[in-house]
């Protein structure tokens, strides 16, 4: 199973890693499909970013925690399957189920699901119709494809990975054996990994912004991501390439041994982001344009902590939950579908809860709202999901 992505029966098939399934992926994967819903949560609850009258100023700190690793690191683990797949199953057959497994519920989501979770804004905005919404959707815009995105990106890069096993699979290889070089020293891995983060995003954030996505119809991607999120799919899919008696992802090996180096540079890039994105908001004259010294050194911290916080959660779930049950394994066979459906309960559930005041303290109010939103979208996605799974064929999807 991949991060939102694969079904737990082509997860149990393929391999990245010798001597079997592990484990510590399975709830890696999990934990992020949690931090989606979290970060989808308390979004319209943050202080700088408020849509609610109630806010908590520590919900940006969430919020950047989650935005500048989370969605580098789900390409990565996704990576980590393609090229064991493609080896078992060949890139006809590897497609036609990248098609069913990641196409196919884009195009549902897209075409119905979004749909019917971005009406509840339009209604808190207008009182137009749904059928008349939903028109206008389709055929003029803005398509608003929410967190579903992802899908097809990861499909694109997919096609793309297929390609390359045709026609130079040397390439992903050496980058197996790149990351791989020395297991006994994972510390030239990370930095390397740090070093081309910062490479290919830099640049791409100074040209496009921050802000700026690339969108036709209900595809989108953020610009000055999308290098980023091509080489952390291209490592997971280089690590996923290498077979050996020993691999960098073992629970006993350097890599998870030296959580505490990963840990370190985790903190100390998140703290030079929060205080670039404090700098920005309290001192800059106009914090919606801001000097492009700043700027670079944002991009720098940003592409910092993403590849510090990517080899960090592997490392921690592979030194510390990678044995025996985990509370995250119930989650594991509906973690797809509860990424495909949250969106819809999410919103809806956000416009219930608009302008109501649950406590005399604003902050208060925010976080309990924040709470109620994901505990019944989790809830809620989760009963859907285990409902849609009983339908013949739907399993094979979600």
């Not at 098609?99 to 195009?107: H, I, M, S």
């Not at 119709?129 to 929410?146: D, I, L, N, Q, R």
């Not at 700026?212 to 991607?221: E, K």
């Amino acid at each position: 199973m991949t991060v939102a992505v694969t079904s737990a029966e082509e997860a149990t098939e393929t391999r990245p890693i010798a001597g079997g399934r592990n484990a510590a992926l399975d709830r890696a994967r999990t934990f992020i499909i949690l931090l989606v819903l979290i970060h989808h949560s308390v979004i319209p609850y943050t202080y700088y970013g408020r849509i609610d009258r109630q806010s908590f100023l520590g919900f940006d700190a969430v919020v950047t925690f989650n935005d500048s690793f989370f969605m580098a690191a789900m390409f990565l683990l996704s990576g980590l399957f393609t090229w064991p797949s493609l080896q078992r199953r060949g890139v006809s057959d590897f497609l036609r189920g990248r098609w069913l497994r990641l196409g196919l519920p884009f195009a549902i989501g897209a075409v119905f699901l979004m749909p019917s979770a971005y009406y509840a804004i339009e209604l808190r905005n207008s009182g137009t119709g749904f059928g008349a919404f939903w028109w206008k959707t389709v055929t003029v815009g803005p398509w608003e494809s929410g967190p579903i995105w992802f899908l097809a990106v990861l499909l694109a890069f997919d096609m793309l990975a297929a390609a390359v096993f045709r026609v130079a699979p040397g390439c992903v290889e050496a980058i197996g054996r790149l990351v791989t070089a020395s297991l006994d020293r994972p510390a030239y891995a990370f930095w390397t990994f740090l070093a081309a983060s910062v490479v290919v995003y830099v640049p791409m954030d100074h040209y496009f912004g921050i802000g700026r996505w690339f969108t036709l119809g209900p595809l989108a991607i953020q610009a000055a991501r999308v290098f980023l999120y091509l080489l952390y799919f291209f490592v997971g899919v280089g690590i996923g390439s290498v077979r050996s008696d020993r691999s960098l992802l073992s629970s006993d090996g350097e890599f998870a041994r030296r959580w505490p180096i990963w840990l370190a540079v985790t903190i100390v890039s998140y703290v030079g982001l929060i205080a670039m994105i404090y700098y920005k908001r309290e001192y800059l004259p106009d914090p919606n344009n801001p000097p492009q010294g700043w700027d670079a050194v944002h991009a720098f911290f940003f592409a910092s902590f993403s590849a510090a916080q990517t080899v960090n959660l592997l490392a921690l779930f592979l030194k510390f939950d990678s044995r025996g049950s985990s509370i995250l394994d119930p989650l594991r066979e509906n973690s797809f579908g509860i990424f495909l459906i949250h969106y819809v309960p999410l919103l809806w559930l956000q416009y219930a809860l608009f302008g109501v005041t649950l406590a005399p303290i604003p902050q208060v109010t925010a976080i309990l709202k924040a709470l109620i939103v994901f505990a019944l979208t989790l809830a809620i996605s989760w009963a859907v999901t285990e409902a849609l799974r009983k339908i013949p064929g739907v399993a094979r999807v979600l």
